[in-house]
């Protein structure tokens, strides 16, 4: 979530209403450690100081267990203490909880991790290039092979592609190959305790305890990448709890395994859950007539592939994208890259994980794994870029021109480009929503 991302994003079974709507928009929407697409940036310095006194636990008067820590940070200890009553509160049995807790410290380069998401700091080609390298589609092709006979199942019974499952599982975790090693507990109670997302990993910390307690998975073998996630297809606990399905008929959601068989059909029924529509593309490569408007690649601006086909916006062949139901276009480099034509399905992969660029990558691997072409168009490689730290200038920039800016977090979503876009509109330039050098220049002189 987040993300997202990580899409991402029964939200599982036996939540309750509030619990499955806090999972609606995966709160992950930058690509999940261990999916391979984390630069070199994210590496923490061996600068950083790392606890490492194991907490010990006592009985308590009463004969339960207590939690007693020995790690030096005080406040981290106080925290633990202050939370064993309000998880206890919530149906958490002392006992495991207090056999979660056992050998847990703060992390500090768990904390480190969360302020540096480098794959923000990316462009899309950038990263599309590592997402759907060839060896990524060679080693999917290979995975769906291997796994065909089970995906199949899992497609019938869903209605989401196999090639789309086999996508997410690339994405998430190289089909396997980097679940992530970090144990849950740990990195959720140093993010809860950090407080710059607090509420949201505290709930998450108690539904690892509740996975827990359902004996779906010991503590040993609950790990995941430092940001909560678990498994082949990177669920966090609340995504787990609401979505993940036994579908070996073992009576276990077993998302650790070798065997990825609960994993990936736990991903289709995330995605059918969310609507997904099958036989519908997530988008489709199209061709733009000549004097185009930016403004018209809106999400908001839906209509049937027939409808801008009236309007001279074809598929690559020259003729109407089928009717596969009503779609906008999107230019995630603006006028200069590739034009998308994209349907209901594209949100559907939001709710994974709500970065465009994981979105495409998803869909644009899934096409490749099932035989299709690359993207024809070129990418903008030439534009210069704004850094991560230009962009958050930019977009405070923009808000202090009331142009609708909710956050400033140095992410390109499809607000900020709105916002370029009408500000580029404003002073009579080409409303391409492109955050280059250029454009941050032409903001200042305003």
């Known amino acids: ?90 149906g958490i049995s002392a006992q495991v909880f207090d056999r979660a807790f056992r050998g847990v410290t703060f992390n500090p380069e768990i904390v480190a991790r969360d302020r540096n998401q480098s794959e923000f700091k990316r462009e899309i080609w950038d990263y599309l290039d590592s997402a759907v390298s060839p060896v990524r589609v060679k080693n999917g092709q290979e995975a769906l092979r291997r796994h ?63 996975i827990l307690q359902s004996g779906d998975v010991t503590p040993e073998r609950m790990k995941g990448s430092w940001a909560g996630a678990m498994g082949h297809t990177q669920f966090i606990p609340t995504s787990y709890l609401a979505y993940a399905v036994d579908f070996t008929g073992d009576g276990k959601r077993d998302i650790w395994s070798e065997d990825p068989t609960d994993a990936l059909a736990s991903t289709a029924a995330y995605l059918k859950r969310f609507g997904w529509t099958k036989g519908q593309p997530w988008g489709v490569e199209v061709r733009l007539p000549r004097g185009f408007s930016a403004g018209a690649a809106d999400r908001n601006k839906m209509k049937m592939p027939s409808q801008w086909a009236a309007q001279g916006v074809v598929g690559l062949n020259g003729r109407a994208v089928p009717d596969h139901g009503r779609a906008s276009i999107l230019l995630p480099a603006g006028l200069q890259g590739p034009a998308f034509m994209i349907f209901d399905n594209f949100a559907v992969i939001e709710k994974y994980n709500r970065a465009t660029s994981y979105v495409m990558g998803v869909g644009h691997l899934a096409d490749r794994i099932g035989g299709g072409p690359e993207i024809q168009a070129s990418w903008p490689r030439g534009y210069n870029p704004l850094t991560f730290e230009e962009k958050m200038e930019m977009q405070r920039r923009l808000q202090s021109k009331g142009y609708g800016i909710e956050k400033i977090d140095g992410i390109i979503g499809p607000n900020t480009v709105k916002a370029i876009r009408a500000f580029q509109q404003a002073v009579g330039v080409t409303p391409d929503g492109v955050p280059s050098k250029e454009f941050l220049a032409l903001l200042k002189r305003s």
């Open 1 to 90: 979530m987040q993300a997202c991302f990580l899409g991402f994003i029964s939200v599982f079974i036996g939540l309750s209403a509030t619990m499955a709507a806090a999972v609606e928009v995966s709160p992950r929407p930058q690509m999940r450690p261990g999916s391979g697409l984390i630069t070199a940036a994210t590496v923490v310095s061996s600068d950083v100081p790392v606890r490492n006194l194991r907490p010990q636990i006592r009985p308590e008067r009463g004969g339960d267990a207590v939690l007693v820590s020995a790690s030096t940070d005080a406040g981290f200890d106080r925290w633990v203490a202050g939370f064993r009553g309000r998880a206890l509160s919530q």
């Open 148 to 210: 065909r006979r089970v995906l199949e199942r899992i497609e019938a019974h869903y209605g989401v592609e196999k090639e789309i499952v086999t996508a997410v599982w690339g994405m998430e975790s190289t089909y396997g190959e980097r679940l992530g090693d970090l144990p849950l507990i740990q990195s959720l109670a140093t993010l809860a305790y950090d407080g710059r997302r607090g509420k949201f990993f505290e709930s998450q910390l108690v539904g690892a305890l509740q």
